[in-house]
């Protein structure tokens, strides 16, 4: 069974930074992409990034590039986003998700959800 367990949300102030981490199991890590969308109040849910587990190629939205980082522990097969530089409108319930790499994270493609994580910025 694919399990993602999303974790590291919080409060935080503009400027401020925050790691979320997604802890995968069920399937093998190196075969799939694993991704991070966000979705704020009455907004769609938006791909933020995601990282392909074969080799490492990273995509970051337009949004976050430049503050955003993804990257993954193949041993504890864990997927890491570390959010630098945060602004109040990074505020959103963040999900880790799985797609088949050659899907790229899109989100009509994800084979499975982990439960989401709030992340707050405030200014």
């Known amino acids: 069974e694919v399990q993602l367990q999303a974790s590291g949300g919080g409060l935080v102030q503009a400027g401020g930074s925050l790691r979320l981490s997604c802890a995968a199991s069920?399937?093998?890590?190196?075969?799939?992409?694993i991704g991070w969308f966000r979705q704020a109040p009455g907004k769609e849910r938006e791909r933020v990034s995601c990282?392909?587990?074969?080799?490492?190629?990273?995509y970051h939205a337009a949004s976050v590039k430049g503050r955003f980082t993804i990257s993954s522990d193949h041993a504890k097969k864990i997927v890491n986003l570390q959010m630098n530089s945060l602004k109040p409108e990074d505020t959103a319930v963040y999900y880790c998700?799985?797609?088949?790499?050659?899907?790229?994270?899109?989100?009509?493609?994800?084979?499975?959800w982990g439960q989401g994580t709030q992340v707050t910025v405030s200014s």
């Open positions: 990282i392909i587990g074969s080799d490492g190629r990273a």
């Open positions: 998700a799985v797609s088949l790499p050659l899907d790229y994270c899109s989100a009509s493609r994800i084979n499975a």
């Open positions: 069920g399937f093998a890590f190196d075969d799939y992409a």
